[in-house]
T-cell receptor, first 117, second 114 residues
Framework: DTGVSQDPRHKITKRGQNVTFRCDPISEHNRLYWYRQTLGQGPEFLTYFQNEAQLEKSRLLSDRFSAERPKGSFSTLEIQRTEQGDSAMYLC???????????????FGQGTRLTVV | GENVEQHPSTLSVQEGDSAVIKCTYSDSASNYFPWYKQELGKRPQLIIDIRSNVGEKKDQRIAVTLNKTAKHFSLHITETQPEDSAVYFCAASKGSGGSYIPTFGRGTSLIVHP
């Protein structure tokens, strides 16, 4: 499968534990996005990378959330001291512009469903 | 930041009818408007998109219209089929000078009754 892949697909954790998710974007896609989606809602933006640089973070992203994209390839999203309100589907997407100033389709991964108990 | 409103939240139609989903956006600098379809338990997938230099785009049974002045855009599905049943999301994003980050609407659950 040459699409965006995310690991794990499901994660159940106890409140207070740390969790880390991984996203492998489509090869050579330089833009990478993390979104959070809860039932009945659209994807909510969390953070955006262009290559290895984290260019934007949502105000939704508390200090307990951190994301990295070393070497501009895969990305990780870590949540520290998880809370029940963190339970959601975490989606990763990637895109590659035809030119630097252009918007193009974002391809989504299958997501990681987090349940905090 | 950008705010995208989407209506209706639920749309129920009979097979063969048309369906229309409407979105408005707040940032006049937005220039790219994709529509995604998400089936239950699956990832969102692009079905059609439109750029701000175009007023309408069509792909078989699906069409999208854009009114930049009013800052709204719509998805039209004709001759609906049961397999069109899914949640549809509109989005808006800016290009250069912006952040290329799609902001999504809350989604419309389309139910097509056979």
């Amino acid at each position: 499968d040459t699409g965006v892949s995310q690991d794990p697909r499901h994660k159940i954790t106890k409140r207070g534990q740390n969790v880390t998710f991984r996203c492998d974007p489509i090869s050579e896609h330089n833009r990478l996005y993390w979104y959070r989606q809860t039932l009945g809602q659209g994807p909510e933006f969390l953070t955006y990378f262009q290559n290895e640089a984290q260019l934007e973070k949502s105000r939704l992203l508390s200090d307990r959330f951190s994301a990295e994209r070393p070497k501009g390839s895969f990305s990780t999203l870590e949540i520290q001291r998880t809370e029940q309100g963190d339970s959601a589907m975490y989606l990763c997407a990637s895109s590659s512009p035809y030119s630097i100033a252009e918007n193009t389709e974002a391809f989504f991964g299958q997501g990681t469903r987090l349940t905090v108990v | 930041g950008e705010n995208v409103e989407q209506h209706p939240s639920t749309l129920s139609v009979q097979e063969g009818d048309s369906a229309v989903i409407k979105c408005t956006y707040s940032d006049s600098a937005s220039n790219y408007f994709p529509w995604y379809k998400q089936e239950l338990g699956k990832r969102p997938q692009l079905i059609i998109d439109i750029r701000s230099n175009v007023g309408e785009k069509k792909d078989q049974r699906i069409a999208v219209t854009l009114n930049k002045t009013a800052k709204h855009f719509s998805l039209h599905i004709t001759e609906t089929q049961p397999e069109d049943s899914a949640v549809y999301f509109c989005a808006a994003s800016k290009g250069s000078g912006g952040s290329y980050i799609p902001t999504f609407g809350r989604g419309t659950s389309l139910i097509v009754h056979p």
